[in-house]
T-cell receptor, first 114, second 118 residues
Framework: AQSVAQPEDQVNVAEGNPLTVKCTYSVSGNPYLFWYVQYPNRGLQFLLKYITGDNLVKGSYGFEAEFNKSQTSFHLKKPSALVSDSALYFCAVREHTGRRALTFGSGTRLQVQP | GAGVSQTPSNKVTEKGKYVELRCDPISGHTALYWYRQSLGQGPEFLIYFQGTGAADDSGLPNDRFFAVRPEGSVSTLKIQRTERGDSAVYLC????????????????FGPGTRLTVL
């Protein structure tokens, strides 16, 4: 069975500071990993994905994520946070083979203070 | 271009009633997914279609839930004899398809239908 853990319910950061949103995963094979963002009353928006290759993945709006196989982590990062980044962030995983469905974490609320 | 659309955006019904939720995927996307998101939780998988057929319905909670995609485009999620515990946001997603587990295309989500069962 596959699972995702987002250990922080909320992350607070000052505008202009770097941010990290943590994610660890568990799958029996090689993972495909995704980050999505959810704004109030809107659907999930795709940010970035890791498939294979370079461990540092760059995505939309200046976000990036680092895949670490030994630590089974896929933390989301941004060098300089904006107030408009405040939203709910979800990490998701699926295996290379088998089920196509994504397994999501419980989400982390990012609050960027001006 | 147009994204995934879902109707209605909100649905209030009474316990025991039947409801249908509709999803219009992105044109050309052969894969379609339904998820359910309860308050404070991440989305939970319900069912996945590849074309017209349900390739994986292992997430459907019980036989009150059923989904169809008769022409390989629009999908309808049907819930019979609704219960208060069915209250949630129902999300639809689509992606470029491809058989087998090797397809790694990201899923694009619709805005969801908020179902409230009184």
């Amino acid at each position: 069975a596959q699972s995702v853990a987002q250990p922080e319910d909320q992350v607070n950061v000052a505008e202009g500071n770097p941010l990290t949103v943590k994610c660890t995963y568990s799958v029996s094979g090689n993972p495909y990993l995704f980050w999505y963002v959810q704004y109030p009353n809107r659907g999930l928006q795709f940010l970035l994905k890791y498939i294979t290759g370079d461990n540092l993945v760059k995505g939309s709006y200046g976000f990036e994520a680092e895949f670490n196989k030994s630590q089974t982590s896929f933390h989301l990062k941004k060098p300089s946070a904006l107030v408009s980044d405040s939203a709910l962030y979800f990490c998701a995983v699926r295996e290379h083979t088998g089920r196509r469905a994504l397994t999501f974490g419980s989400g982390t609320r990012l609050q960027v203070q001006p | 271009g147009a994204g995934v659309s879902q109707t209605p955006s909100n649905k209030v019904t009474e316990k025991g009633k039947y409801v249908e939720l509709r999803c219009d995927p992105i044109s050309g996307h052969t894969a379609l997914y339904w998820y359910r998101q309860s308050l404070g939780q991440g989305p939970e998988f319900l069912i996945y279609f590849q074309g017209t057929g349900a390739a994986d319905d292992s997430g459907l909670p019980n036989d009150r839930f059923f989904a169809v995609r008769p022409e390989g485009s629009v999908s309808t999620l049907k819930i019979q004899r609704t219960e208060r515990g069915d209250s949630a946001v129902y999300l639809c997603a689509s992606s470029l398809g491809g058989a087998g587990g090797g397809s790694y295309n990201e899923q694009f989500f619709g805005p969801g239908t908020r179902l409230t069962v009184l």
